[in-house]
């Protein structure tokens, strides 16, 4: 029984303007099928060195482009990516980068409070390379980034 469904004694359906009855997630479960076996076969060490290197090269070439500040701390950061950048509000830095291929998502105030407040920014970009990324690619985004920075200045 999923949850949320309604009582089997009652007779009758319940559910919720605009859900489908029996269905499920198939592509999102083969999906998750698949990484796993790729992941697998790649080797889970290998992984787990990978992506923070990637994220690290990512992260040091963000710190070095005027007008960005990386929010990422601590003496083993995870291999997602945070940064804001001046000249930008949120919607149209994420607009832009999705426009130009970059897979990116939003955090705002809201959904961190604390650290947010302690870094005093509304808003930042997160990015999250990951182990089949190459480093021209993670290059890429970082001159994607410097060139929509010197766009808002």
Request: one cysteine or more; aromatic letters at 8%.
């Amino acid at each position: 029984m999923r949850a949320g469904s309604p009582p089997a004694t009652t007779g009758r359906s319940t559910r919720r303007p605009g859900s489908r009855s029996g269905s499920s997630p198939y592509a999102t479960v083969l999906g998750c099928a698949a990484a796993v076996r790729y992941a697998l076969r790649v080797g889970l060490e290998p992984v787990a060195r990978r992506t923070p290197a990637l994220a690290g090269r990512l992260r040091e070439r963000l710190a070095a482009v005027p007008g960005v500040r990386t929010l990422d701390g601590g003496r083993a950061p995870a291999a997602l990516v945070t940064f804001t950048i001046e000249g930008w509000q949120a919607g149209p830095f994420k607009a832009a980068m999705d426009a130009r291929g970059i897979n990116s998502a939003l955090s705002y105030r809201e959904f961190a409070q604390f650290d947010f407040a302690d870094k005093e920014v509304e808003w930042c970009l997160r990015l999250s390379p990951h182990y089949y990324n190459t480093e021209d690619e993670v290059d890429a985004v970082a001159g994607t980034v410097a060139e929509l920075a010197r766009s808002a200045r």
